[in-house]
């Protein structure tokens, strides 16, 4: 069986998938492809950044109601249907006791598998 030849020099656009020929380093079939596929990856770690900014607001938002109205602790699942999402915080840190240490910014808590306790504001740097 024998096997087409295959021209080292060709390629395929990364945007339309255009078959083309050049430099072997060449990723797009023209100008506008290149535009494009770039406009679409930035648009697409923007949109990304957005919906991971909002979902850490969110958690946020959660957690400081809580605090207002003087709950330190709350069951996970409570916590989800209210938009909870425990994926998104800004710290974690690996407890010297059986729980781990979370942080979304300035609010501190506890998680376990079925529940969020301890939650309490950190104190604010002094001497500044």
């Known amino acids: 069986m024998s096997y087409p030849k295959q021209n080292e020099d060709e390629g ?43 979902a850490i607001s969110r958690n946020y938002q959660i957690l400081d109601g809580m605090l207002k109205d003087n709950r330190t602790s709350a069951p996970l699942a409570d916590l989800k249907k209210a938009g909870f999402d425990p994926a998104f915080v800004t710290g974690y840190r690996k407890g010297s006791c059986r729980h781990d240490d979370y942080a979304c910014f300035d609010i501190s808590f506890y998680r376990s598998n079925t529940k969020i306790f301890n939650v309490r504001r950190k104190r604010p740097l002094t001497g500044r």
Do not use: M, P
């Open 12 to 54: 395929a656009c990364l945007e339309c998938g255009t078959a083309f020929y050049g430099r072997k380093d060449k990723h797009f079939c023209s100008v506008s492809c290149k535009n494009k596929w770039h406009n679409r990856v930035i648009q697409e770690r923007r949109r990304f950044r957005a919906e991971t900014l909002a």
